[in-house]
């Protein structure tokens, strides 16, 4: 009989363990339970839900030190085990499991069924830029940073001064909640005013990513919330809440604006070599399953360092054409100075999102001048020139190269 199933990939370290045999383990504890011992009328009926081992490779050097003996297993998880939301598929196929030594989940690969619950990114890539009327460049972010403490009139000024620098995305910083001094209603309808004054003077379109917050049970009322108020992006800190609460929030005909997904709490899952969840699939594959139209990492550049292979294989889970749900935009962040930005543009291609803080802000000239500068080091690399030609007849890139320089490798 021809039965679905949705496929794990494990990396497992042991010294001396029979990979084999821990293999099939798993895909009998994680399913059945036993199965030797099973009458075979028992056998028989049970077999439908029984995991099966796909592949184990091991990686058994000559010389190898203890600690270097690894293999890849994977296992195929029965779909009828497991309704369709991503909390089920996780904690079968890795929620005991994960506790049980050096194993890490490096890979899902949910079958046809599985992924035909999930809708995606409203928007993504394609959509956003639609949004923006910008289809031809990367995209620029800058990260509304110093929020917490501060008035309305106050960051309404900050957010103009970003929004005057020519940035096609602004967000929240994530650690912005629910406040008395600017409550979401008011720091919407305050922001958003910001962005259209803005429009007048640059003639562009901005999206605001305000940080969607409060209990798990009030999302979709506070998302509703702050879209009636004049929202037109959301960003939402996902592993805080789960992929679950990302899924229906994506799900919502009425949540019509893209939500760009921020890594908080990533650091709990992925750095280990042992333990956790692979950041292509955190932050790459099921970020996007769930519906992120966007998809903010740690960049392999600047202060909150991930290696340069994983960060090209996060990028790759969200563009690849191999999943139904649409792209998403890869938002690699942390540390990003306008002199980068020929980098980045080199190691993601057209399809990114130049992401800042400090780097938009940190400039000597002012936030505007930030943006400014992101935006004419997005034309020099467009254009072919290097940065410092162009910063020639373009002050605030020069200004911002003075500050930071230009990093080629």
């Not at 800190?237 to 949540?255: C, K, M, Q, R």
Request: net charge negative; aromatic share 8%; with cysteine.
């Amino acid at each position: 009989m021809n039965y679905s199933y949705s496929n794990a990939t494990y990396r497992l370290y042991d010294d001396k363990a029979d990979f084999h045999k821990k293999a099939q383990g798993i895909a009998v504890g994680l399913t059945v339970g036993s199965w030797t011992e099973l009458p075979e009328a028992a056998k028989e009926q049970m077999q439908k839900h029984l995991g099966q081992v796909v592949s184990v490779q091991a990686h058994e050097p000559e010389g190898a030190q203890p600690g270097d003996r690894y293999a890849d297993i994977t296992i195929a998880y029965p779909d009828v085990n497991f309704s369709r939301d991503i909390p089920a598929f996780l904690v079968t196929a890795f929620g005991k499991l994960s506790m049980d030594g050096k194993i890490k989940l490096i890979d899902i690969e949910p079958s046809a069924d599985f992924l035909s619950a999930f809708p995606g990114p409203k928007f993504g890539v394609q959509g956003v830029r639609d949004l923006l009327g910008v289809h031809d460049r990367p995209l620029v972010m800058s990260i509304f940073k110093s929020v917490i403490g501060h008035e309305l009139a106050n960051l309404r000024e900050q957010f103009l001064q970003q929004a005057l620098g020519g940035v096609d995305l602004i967000k929240d910083d994530e650690i912005l909640f629910e406040n008395p001094l600017t409550p979401l209603e008011q720091r919407v309808e305050a922001c958003m005013s910001a962005a259209r004054e803005a429009e007048q003077i640059t003639g562009q379109k901005l999206l605001y990513f305000t940080n969607l917050t409060g209990s798990t049970f009030q999302l979709k009322a506070n998302a509703k919330r702050a879209i009636a108020a004049g929202a037109n992006g959301l960003l939402f800190n996902v592993l805080a809440y789960g992929f679950d609460a990302l899924a229906e929030l994506a799900a919502d005909p009425e949540i019509n604006v893209p939500i760009a997904a921020h890594p908080a709490m990533a650091g709990a899952f992925y750095p280990s070599q042992h333990h956790g969840i692979s950041a292509p699939l955190l932050l790459g594959k099921l970020m996007r399953i769930a519906g992120a139209d966007l998809s903010l990492f740690p960049s392999p550049y600047g202060s909150v360092v991930m290696p340069k292979a994983e960060n090209l294989a996060v990028m790759e889970a969200l563009l690849t054409p191999s999943l139904p749900q649409k792209a998403a935009f890869p938002v690699p962040s942390a540390g990003i100075h306008p002199g980068l930005v020929p980098l980045i543009m080199g190691d993601f291609g057209p399809e990114v999102v130049v992401n800042a803080g400090g780097g938009v802000h940190g400039h000597p000239g002012g936030s505007a001048a930030g943006g400014q500068a992101f935006r004419q080091a997005v034309d020099a690399v467009l254009s072919g020139s290097t940065l410092e030609q162009f910063a020639v007849n373009h002050e605030q890139l020069r200004i911002a190269i003075e500050r930071w320089g230009v990093r080629t490798s």
